[in-house]
């Protein structure tokens, strides 16, 4: 049992316009609503933790676009994102008051929903080191996917992460050096995110804006690049195509440079190369297998989980934005939306 009391109304963030073409504190207001009472088979949660991540932006740009696979942001109403709470009241024969569960109805205080597929998800408190359950909310799945799912990251692979200091590229440098890669590589956009790269366990990282990119990855990767975790797209694509090893595998999560590379057929083909872009939709079992191999690696001391933290609640949500957009924000950013 929780002893909370639960108000009767709450506060909540709307959007309540569009980039024009940035994304500015304005285009956010807070109300209170009512908190409501959960259905049969809902529970109520006091929401604790609020991911941010940059694809806000897109789901907030125009109307929803049929491209992509996630519903965008209506008007009026508060966006959604991922954000992990503790049921307050249950009416879910499956689900006790007390129980952390995560969901996508974030920007809000409180927030009632099922539990099942595109719900709400009961998760264990105890698969991760306390006092880390929030992280069972970060982009490490999206990371995981990429690297375990679709290219297969193993012993003695040459890794490249591309946007490496995003919250997916710094988890998924260090899945694929957990997992066993020889050699992790970084890129970022500043000298001291450079640093911190080195500081999450990354081998070498560079600053873009250095160089030539193709020249830079010969460089570091001289046998070439096994597996390539791209973030950006753009001439970074161009330079790990041009740096590939025999068998490389290309897992595309994102296009954060807006630049269409030019994909040489013929690279491809004489390398055996596989490249697959995927979406944040997982296969059966990679959650379990994700957060057992996670928490393993958190109590064994390698894998560091260092988020940006945001405190301040629902007020403090529009300027966080606002500044990870900007590329202020290094890794991981959560907001939390509770003191306790």
């Given at each position: 049992?929780?002893?909370v009391?639960?108000p009767?109304r709450a506060r909540?963030l709307?959007?309540?316009?569009?980039p024009?073409?940035d994304?500015?504190?304005?285009?956010?207001?807070?109300?209170?609503?009512?908190v409501?009472?959960?259905?049969?088979?809902?529970?109520?949660?006091?929401?604790?933790?609020?991911l941010?991540?940059?694809?806000l932006k897109?789901?907030?740009?125009?109307?929803p676009?049929?491209?992509?696979?996630?519903?965008?942001?209506?008007?009026?109403e508060?966006?959604?994102?991922?954000t992990v709470?503790t049921v307050v009241?249950?009416?879910?024969?499956e689900?006790a008051e007390?129980?952390?569960?995560?969901?996508?109805?974030?920007?809000r205080?409180?927030?009632?929903?099922?539990?099942?597929?595109?719900?709400g998800?009961?998760?264990?408190?105890?698969a991760?080191?306390?006092?880390?359950?929030?992280?069972l909310?970060?982009?490490?799945?999206?990371?995981?996917r990429?690297?375990?799912?679709?290219?297969?990251?193993?012993?003695?692979?040459?890794v490249?992460v591309?946007g490496?200091?995003?919250?997916?590229?710094?988890?998924?440098?260090?899945?694929?050096?957990?997992?066993?890669a020889?050699?992790?590589?970084?890129s970022?956009?500043?000298?001291?995110?450079?640093d911190y790269?080195?500081?999450?366990g990354?081998d070498?990282?560079?600053?873009y804006?250095?160089?030539?990119l193709?020249?830079?990855?010969?460089?570091?990767?001289?046998?070439?690049?096994?597996?390539?975790?791209?973030n950006?797209?753009?001439?970074?694509?161009?330079?790990?195509?041009?740096?590939a090893?025999?068998?490389?595998?290309f897992?595309?999560?994102?296009?954060l440079s807006?630049?269409?590379?030019?994909?040489?057929?013929e690279?491809?083909?004489?390398k055996?190369?596989?490249i697959?872009?995927?979406?944040?939709?997982y296969e059966?079992?990679?959650?379990?297998?994700f957060?057992?191999?996670?928490?393993?690696?958190?109590?064994?001391?390698?894998f560091?989980?260092?988020?940006?933290?945001?405190e301040?609640?629902?007020?403090a949500?529009p300027?966080?934005?606002?500044?990870?957009?900007?590329?202020?924000?290094?890794?991981?950013?959560?907001?939390k939306?509770s003191?306790?």
């Open positions: 049992m929780v002893d009391a639960v009767v909540e709307h959007l309540v316009g569009r024009d073409p994304v500015s504190e304005d285009h956010f207001a807070e109300v209170e609503a009512e409501g009472e959960p259905g049969e088979g809902q529970v109520l949660v006091r929401n604790e933790w609020m941010l991540s940059v694809v897109d789901l907030m740009e125009t109307e676009n049929p491209d992509l696979p996630m519903p965008a942001y209506a008007l009026g508060p966006p959604w994102a991922p709470g009241v249950s009416r879910h024969p689900v007390g129980d952390l569960v995560f969901h996508n109805q974030g920007f205080q409180y927030a009632i929903t099922g539990i099942g597929e595109w719900e998800t009961r998760l264990d408190r105890d991760l080191p306390s006092p880390q359950h929030h992280l909310i970060s982009p490490g799945m999206t990371a995981w990429g690297m375990v799912t679709v290219a297969g990251v193993g012993e003695g692979d040459t490249f591309s490496a200091t995003s919250g997916v590229g710094s988890m998924a440098g260090q899945i694929a050096r957990c997992r066993g020889a050699k992790v590589i970084g970022t956009g500043s000298k001291d995110k450079v790269l080195r500081d999450l990354f070498d990282a560079f600053d804006h250095d160089g030539s193709t020249e830079r990855l010969a460089e570091l990767a001289p046998d070439g690049i096994d597996v390539f975790f791209d950006v797209g753009g001439d970074q694509f161009s330079a790990a195509l041009a740096n090893a025999e068998g490389a595998r897992a595309l999560c994102g296009t807006r630049d269409n590379p030019v994909l040489e057929h690279t491809v083909i004489v055996g190369m596989t697959r872009g995927f979406i944040s939709v059966p079992g990679d959650q379990e297998e957060t057992a191999a996670l928490g393993r690696w958190l109590r064994d001391g390698r560091v989980f260092a988020p940006t933290v945001v301040g609640g629902l007020a949500v300027k966080a934005l606002v500044e990870q957009l900007g590329r202020r924000a290094r890794g991981v950013t959560m907001v939306l003191d306790d």
